[in-house]
């Protein structure tokens, strides 16, 4: 079975760092762009970042400069670094990923989502 799993969510003071991981796994052929939402409590959940399988990258105006999303093809993995971080970035961050698994067609996975809170 093909999932996303995410990691490295936590509590942090304003102006710290956190890094986000999130793996694939199963029997998958190829992964396309690979991508990390936030939904903040009473909001609907946006893009943050979008890797493409090229490694093409693009933010959200409210994170560009502050967090950089790479992947790592080897690992079947994207990370997000966020940086200077601030109290309106407290969220659950959801990953998502394009990918076609062996003998199904291709589609659009979600990870369970990590909460990262930042404190004033």
């Known amino acids: 079975q093909v999932q996303l799993v995410e990691s490295g969510g936590g509590l942090v003071q304003a102006g710290g760092s956190l890094r986000l991981s999130c793996t694939a796994s199963?029997?998958?052929?190829?992964?396309?762009?690979m991508r990390w939402y936030h939904q903040a409590p009473g909001k609907q959940r946006e893009l943050v970042a979008t890797?493409?399988?090229?490694?093409?990258?693009n933010y959200a105006g409210s994170v560009k400069g502050r967090f950089t999303i790479s992947r790592d093809n080897a690992k079947n993995t994207v990370y997000l670094q966020m940086n200077s971080l601030k109290p309106e970035d407290t969220a659950v961050y959801y990953c998502?990923?394009?990918?076609?698994?062996?003998?199904?067609?291709?589609?659009?996975?979600w990870g369970q989502g990590t909460q990262v809170t930042v404190s004033s």
């Open positions: 998502a990923a394009g990918m076609k698994p062996f003998g199904e067609f291709r589609r659009w996975y």
């Open positions: 199963g029997r998958i052929v190829s992964i396309d762009d």
């Open positions: 890797i493409t399988s090229g490694g093409n990258t």
